[in-house]
């Protein structure tokens, strides 16, 4: 496991020297490290999770394209801003 280090330079503050450990652990990940392995998930059930963020980032890039693709007409061909009139 690692661990994050911070020393305190001349002159500095406590709250700047945590604010610089907090982005650091932030940075390595730690926090996600140790929540991982805060508990012990068996290899079928870390396959089921695994297959279940696969599956649910596989249908928000499906949901991006889709509503991407029906934001398309809308866009003036010319790049231009528009104004849409009311009725046309």
Do not use: C, W
């Amino acid at each position: 496991m690692k661990l994050a280090e911070v020393r305190l330079q001349e002159g500095e503050s406590l709250e700047n020297a945590l604010r610089r450990f907090k982005r650091k652990v932030q940075t390595e990940d730690i926090i996600k490290d140790v929540k991982r392995h805060s508990y012990y998930l068996k290899p079928g059930e870390k396959r089921r999770v695994k297959q279940a963020l696969a599956r649910k980032r596989a249908r928000k890039k499906i949901e991006s394209r889709i509503k991407f693709q029906q934001l398309e007409p809308l866009l003036p061909s010319s790049g231009l801003p528009f104004r849409r009139t009311r009725f046309g």
